[in-house]
């Protein structure tokens, strides 16, 4: 064997093993379990905070107004649209100041005023400055869960 | 002589042509044409959830309420520019012109500007991650910090992300951003925090309209099945062979 090769086979050796305990700390457990990723991370992604309770957690609670959404035009909107992301609210009841209960006519308008792309079959559009100017708000006339309940 | 062996090679030519094109039509008869795997390529596991998407354009009524909602659930950077998922309008004139618009993302919502007489056409389309089954993006990643997950959804792992960008730059939907704080790469993961809980993802959750579903395609009796079924859907930029597993109904040719 050349004398060359006697010096360098333990110093790769010391390399390679070297390189393998290195490997053996740096890679994390689950490293490669179901591909080249980290399995865990997927349990991590999985176990992040939620801030939109969903519908049929605040119906628990708030049957009435959950019967009268139900009954009229606005039945497939969800609680959270309107009054915002609230599974804090849901969790304890107490905390109510992330409620928003808003009724504006710009709020209202985010979905029915006048625009070109807005098909009508889909959605009902009025001009939010013309329709009806005597009263400020949307809500001071229409009920926004049960919207054809009009007050006057 | 010469002609001789011109007709020797023509009957080989023929006889391998006949042999060719016999193989390609058994094949094609061993696995039958199938619209959605044709777009997204085929599952790993067909006994298991494999999500996807539909969004039908008809239906969106561009409130942005999907746009807002995203931001609230995954706290999103809140000034303009990072968005997980978010609203464009189109509005195409009679003159031909295309003009996209997309202001905060939709967040605030819409106004259209342009005078019903000059207007052509003109409507909104959600874009977010088309959970591709070939994601260019994840082919990309150094360190193996995005992947596909066992369900169909590409996500990211923000331990491992070094922060280098390049699946942003691989993403020709334009879906992914470096978070500002965490300096790692960040996307939309269908609210998989949601939906691992029985959640709806909160973009489908908000919208009024039911505009957005998200379902297992492999639930031949399942609610995507049955859109795909009902509408005729097209995926964003079938050209790349992404695979995306975001399906819309009425999709104009002008949307890229």
């Not at chain 2, 659930?73 to 189109?90: A, G, I, T």
């Not at chain 2, 996209?100 to 342009?114: E, L, Y």
């Not at chain 2, 996500?155 to 390049?166: P, Q, T």
Request: charged letters at 25%; one cysteine or more.
């Amino acid at each position: 064997m050349p004398v060359q090769l006697k010096t360098l086979i333990p110093l790769f050796a010391v390399f390679i093993i070297l390189f393998l305990i290195a490997r053996h700390f740096l890679i994390p457990d689950s490293f490669g379990k179901y591909g080249h990723y980290r399995a865990n991370s997927i349990d991590e992604i999985a176990a992040l905070p939620i801030n939109y309770a969903g519908k049929a957690v605040c119906i628990d609670c708030h049957d009435t107004e959950a019967e009268l959404l139900a009954s009229d035009a606005h039945a497939g909107l969800s609680c959270e649209v309107c009054h915002g992301p609230n599974a804090k609210h849901a969790d304890d009841y107490e905390i109510k100041e992330y409620l928003i209960k808003q009724g504006t006519r710009e709020f209202c308008g985010r979905c029915h005023s006048l625009n070109p792309a807005r098909k009508i079959e889909v959605i009902n559009q009025i001009d939010i400055k013309e329709h009806h100017p005597e009263k400020e708000n949307c809500i001071d006339c229409h009920n926004p869960h049960a919207v054809w309940e009009l007050k006057e | 002589m010469g002609t001789k062996r011109m007709n020797a090679s023509r009957r080989n030519f023929l006889k391998k042509s006949a042999a060719l094109a016999g193989t390609i039509l058994a094949t094609s008869a061993l696995a039958p044409f199938n619209a959605i795997i044709f777009a997204a390529g085929e599952p790993e596991d067909k006994t298991k959830i494999w999500y996807g998407i539909g969004i039908d354009i008809e239906k969106c009524i561009g409130c942005g309420m999907c746009a807002k909602a995203c931001k609230s659930e995954n706290n999103v950077p809140k000034e303009p520019f990072y968005y997980r998922s978010w609203v464009e309008q189109y509005t195409i004139k009679n003159d031909g012109s295309i003009n996209v618009v997309s202001p905060n993302g939709g967040i605030d919502g819409f106004t259209q500007t342009v005078p019903e007489e000059e207007l052509f056409k003109t409507f909104f389309v959600p874009k977010m991650c088309n959970h591709c089954a070939k994601s260019p993006c994840t082919q990309v990643c150094p360190v193996g910090a995005t992947f596909e997950s066992p369900e169909g959804i590409t996500l990211v792992d923000k331990e491992y992300c070094i922060g280098c960008a390049y699946c942003i730059q691989a993403c020709p939907y334009g879906c992914r951003y470096l978070h500002p704080v965490t300096k790692t790469a960040d996307k939309c993961t269908l609210c998989y925090h949601r939906i691992t809980k029985g959640l709806k993802p909160a973009c489908v959750e908000v919208c009024p309209t039911g505009a957005r579903i998200y379902g297992d395609l492999n639930d031949k009796e399942g609610e995507l099945h049955k859109f795909l079924k009902e509408h005729n859907c097209q995926v964003l930029k079938p050209n790349l062979n992404t695979g995306s597993k975001l399906f819309y109904n009425g999709l104009s040719a002008e949307v890229r």
